[in-house]
Every structure is written in C-alpha cells, then in structure tokens.
C-alpha cells in the first residue's frame, strides 16, 4: 500500500520559514519524481516544486529563490524549505510521487498540510 505522509504544517508569521516533509512507504522512491503542490482557497492546484530521480529540480515562479526541494532516497522522504514566506503562499501544500513508464503513469499524493502565512 501506498502512502505518502506530509509533516504538519502551521502558522508562520510573513518573512518566517517552515519546512515540510513527506515520508513515503511502498514505492520504489529513488525511481520517483517527487513534487509538493498547492492549492489556496478558491483556486487551483498549482505546482511548487519538483525533484527528479536525478535530482533536477524545476520551480514555480512565485518560489524561486525562496524555497528549496531536496530528497533522501535512504529515508524515502522529500522536503521543502520555505524561506521568506509570504500571505500569498499561504495554501494546502501536497506531496507527490509520479513516474511514467512505457504502459501507464503512476500519480500518488499525501493527504496535504496547512501553511498559514499571517501576522
């Protein structure tokens, strides 16, 4: 069985840091893309952050230069380093693990965790 388990979240005050983590169990997790996603009130789902298997990382915008992914394949586990938060960042911030081979695609998610970004 699948699972993946975000760390919790919480309330930081604008310019605080938090980081997340997502430890994961039954998947092959070094062969994994694994991501963090968010979505606001009101909005949609947006990427954050991805790290591959080869740890190239890809980041929204919006977070460049303020967060960091990063991944321990002996802990199966992704993180995400949040500096410089902003009340826009606030969201439900989702763990993901995708990979694609040649038959079908595999998407797994946490059940997400709270960032409050507020003085």
């Known amino acids: 069985q699948v699972q993946l388990v975000e760390s919790r979240g919480g309330l930081v005050q604008p310019g605080g840091s938090l980081r997340l983590s997502c430890a994961t169990s039954?998947?092959?997790?070094?062969?994994?893309?694994m991501g963090w996603y968010r979505q606001a009130p009101g909005k949609q789902r947006e990427l954050v952050a991805v790290?591959?298997?080869?740890?190239?990382?890809n980041y929204a915008d919006s977070v460049k230069g303020r967060f960091t992914i990063s991944r321990d394949n002996v802990k199966k586990t992704v993180y995400l380093q949040m500096n410089s938060l902003k009340p826009e960042d606030t969201a439900i911030y989702y763990c993901?693990?995708?990979?694609?081979?040649?038959?079908?695609?595999?998407?797994?998610w946490g059940r997400g965790t709270q960032v409050t970004v507020s003085s």
């Open positions: 993901n693990a995708h990979r694609e081979d040649r038959d079908r695609a595999y998407d797994y």
């Open positions: 790290i591959t298997s080869g740890r190239s990382t």
């Open positions: 039954g998947i092959i997790f070094s062969i994994f893309t």
